[in-house]
T-cell receptor, first 110, second 113 residues
Framework: SQELEQSPQSLIVQEGKNLTINCTSS?????LYWYKQKYGEGLIFLMM?????EEKSHEKITAKLDEKKQQSSLHITASQPSHAGIYLC??????????FGAGTTVTVRA | EPEVTQTPSHQVTQMGQEVILRCVPI?????FYWYRQILGQKVEFLVS????????KSEIFDDQFSVERPDGSNFTLKIRSTKLEDSAMYFC???????????FGQGTRLTVV
């Protein structure tokens, strides 16, 4: 199965500062999904990257896919308290059989 | 905004009992899935369902588990003879097609005592 390693495991950032989360896959990436989870709640779909070099943005969150490195990064610009949560990357041959990383816990300090 | 809804939000059951977890996927979605997350662990794929049959299942999804779409709106996960290790958060998800992103429900926290 596909193993996904996320780094860092957790981070604390001052409100207004930028942050980056990385996700590295043990196998070729066909599609890479980013989700956000609040503790004890469901996963919120953020975005999906499919092609090497693809970059997508949603509000202040940007994700990139480096197919050669089998890696994706998620970047948050000017973080806000609403960005706090657990960010999960998921990957698989299609939408449904996703393997997830362990998650990166983001804390935003006012 | 359309969402996947799951009921109940919490369920406590005695070991050996059967439980049914219910989900209402987003109405125009065709693909349905169950995942679970044991406390402190990763989210794990259980099963996918399309066109009224299982498309794929993981090693976790053994004979103890079954899924059903009894009508046009509900999607259920049945766990027969629950074990302590079945305690987890169970997530239902749905998508409109492959590579479109799966949308997850809020989960059902199952506690087996």
């Amino acid at each position: 199965s596909q193993e996904l390693e996320q780094s860092p495991q957790s981070l604390i950032v001052q409100e207004g500062k930028n942050l980056t989360i990385n996700c590295t896959s043990s196998k070729t990436l066909y599609g890479l999904y980013w989700y956000k989870q609040k503790y004890g709640e469901g996963l919120i779909f953020l975005m999906m990257l499919q092609k090497g070099g693809e970059e997508k943005s949603h509000e202040k969150i940007t994700a990139k896919l480096d197919e050669k490195k089998q890696q994706s990064s998620l970047h948050i610009t000017a973080s806000q308290p609403s960005h706090a949560g657990i960010y999960l990357c998921g990957a698989g041959p299609n939408d449904y059989k996703l393997s997830f990383g362990a998650g990166t816990t983001v804390t935003v300090r006012a | 905004e359309p969402e996947v809804t799951q009921t109940p939000s919490h369920q406590v059951t005695q070991m050996g009992q059967e439980v049914i977890l219910r989900c209402v996927p987003i109405s125009n979605h065709l693909y349905f899935y169950w995942y679970r997350q044991i406390l402190g662990q990763k989210v794990e794929f259980l099963v996918s369902f399309y066109n009224n049959e299982i498309s794929e299942k993981s090693e976790i999804f053994d004979d103890q588990f079954s899924v059903e779409r009894p009508d046009g709106s509900n999607f259920t996960l049945k766990i027969r003879s629950t074990k302590l290790e079945d305690s987890a958060m169970y997530f239902c998800a749905s998508s409109s097609g492959s590579l479109r992103g799966a949308f997850f429900g809020q989960g059902t926290r199952l506690t087996v005592v």
